[in-house]
Nanobody, 126 residues
């Protein structure tokens, strides 16, 4: 079974950096495509980034391209999101997600994913 736990959130100033981590306590991490989403109250969950099972393919939402980098270490059952040049509009709860669907290489939609973490808050002040 997949159990995802995010960490690394916090409160920072605009222009700062943060690195989020998502650890899977299961044994099959490398068999899942992974992704990051974020959500603010009253809005739908927004796609941030995704990565294929091997890590060889990635995709990013338009609002984070060039600033965020997704990566994974299958030996450590961990996915990362390096967030640079943070902006106040990046403030949200960030969720990691895992997809076991064989058709999903890099999932762009929340419906592509089967498992979700509990979320970690990122707050960026101006």
């Amino acid at each position: 079974q997949v159990q995802l736990v995010e960490s690394g959130g916090g409160s920072v100033q605009a222009g700062d950096s943060l690195r989020l981590s998502c650890v899977d306590s299961g044994r099959t991490f490398s068999s899942y495509a992974m992704g990051w989403f974020r959500q603010v109250p009253g809005k739908e969950r927004e796609f941030v980034a995704s990565i294929s099972r091997s890590g060889g393919s990635t995709a990013y939402g338009d609002s984070v391209k060039g600033r965020f980098t997704i990566s994974r270490d299958n030996a450590k059952n961990t996915m990362y999101l390096q967030m640079n040049s943070l902006k106040p509009e990046d403030t949200a709860v960030y969720y990691c997600a895992a997809s076991g669907k064989t058709r999903v290489v890099v999932g762009l939609r929340a419906s592509d994913y089967d498992y979700w973490g509990q979320g970690t808050q990122v707050t960026v002040s101006s």
